[in-house]
């Protein structure tokens, strides 16, 4: 009877063993697999093109692209699906900003075109601007004139089974405390945030406070450096003071999504900055003594 229960118990064992390395690699969002390029087509002094781009990314190491465009990129955007495809980037989100009429906007109808051309389910970042006459409105006339753009985007991203994610940049709409009152006032489903470290100067005290309110609809992170002061500036990862500590929040939460890497400023050249940054998050990675994240970046 004894050595009939030894082995569901031996296999309980291996199973709970197995879940327990399950979880500790889930909690790895820092790792390098899940890193997202991100600021790295406009913000590029060497202009690279789609297959320099994908090989760039391969040679760094990063599986996931975060696509920001301007005017001049649209008509390279089936190109850049190709380019990834090709070096096995997950394409992961698409950038946008549009006003107060989405609908007459040919930029958004331009992706909009392309994601139904690839069949590409993914997240879109969006920013809202344009709206005259925002400051002068109460609250509630706010949330109602950026949440009828951002309803009719979210609407369409919906028919293409993509998601929408409000990006934090941008006078009151770029407030995360407001973000959220608008995808509470809308209840889409496909509807979240995308929180961004370097548009965080001024979030640096109340981000313990509203993160927790907004980890429900966080759908990606992306991360820089940041240094207090007054200003406070918006440096490399692991050159400032106050993101190790915004970032081990994130990272004791429940979220699990993707974690961006960015260029923008960081430096004239993509790669270069993307390799800063991610020297900065190993930096802090050390710091904390996550060697199983580490060794991912070997």
């Not at 608008?182 to 979030?203: C, D, Q, R, S, T």
């Not at 991360?223 to 400032?240: E, R, S, T, W, Y």
């Not at 900055?273 to 900065?280: A, E, Q, S, T, V």
Request: charge should be positive; proline fraction near 5%.
């Amino acid at each position: 009877m004894k050595r009939f229960l030894f082995f569901p118990l031996l296999a309980l064992l291996f199973l709970s063993a197995k879940s327990v390395t399950a979880q500790r690699k889930a909690k790895s969002i820092y790792a390098r697999d899940n890193l997202v390029a991100w600021c790295i087509v406009p913000f590029d002094t060497k202009n690279r093109g789609p297959v320099e781009r994908a090989e760039m990314l391969n040679q760094l190491g990063i599986t996931k692209l975060a696509y920001d465009w301007r005017e001049k990129h649209i008509p390279t955007f089936d190109e850049e699906f190709e380019a990834c495809r090709k070096n096995n980037i997950k394409f992961e989100a698409f950038w946008l900003y549009s006003g107060p009429n989405p609908e007459e906007d040919k930029g958004l109808q331009a992706v909009f075109d392309v994601l139904k051309r690839q069949k590409a389910k993914m997240q879109i970042w969006c920013m809202i601007g344009g709206i005259k006459g925002l400051d002068a409105m109460s609250e509630e006339e706010k949330i109602k004139a950026v949440a009828r753009p951002v309803q009719y985007i979210a609407d369409r991203a919906a028919e293409l089974g993509c998601t929408v994610g409000l990006y934090n940049h941008g006078g009151w709409f770029g407030e995360p405390e407001n973000q959220l009152k608008i995808i509470e006032y809308l209840k889409k489903p496909n509807l979240g945030i995308v929180y961004n470290f370097h548009h965080a100067e001024e979030h640096i005290e109340r981000f313990p406070v509203f993160f927790p309110k907004m980890l429900p609809h966080l759908m990606a992170l992306n991360l820089a450096g940041l240094k207090k002061g007054n200003p406070v500036k918006v440096v490399p990862i692991g050159q400032g003071d106050a993101e190790a500590g915004m970032m081990r929040i994130v990272q004791q939460s429940k979220y699990r999504g993707p974690i961006g890497i960015i260029n923008e400023d960081t430096a004239p050249d993509a790669e270069v900055g993307l390799r800063l940054n991610m020297d900065g998050l190993q930096k802090i990675l050390k710091s904390w003594g996550d060697t199983a994240t580490l060794k991912t970046y070997q």
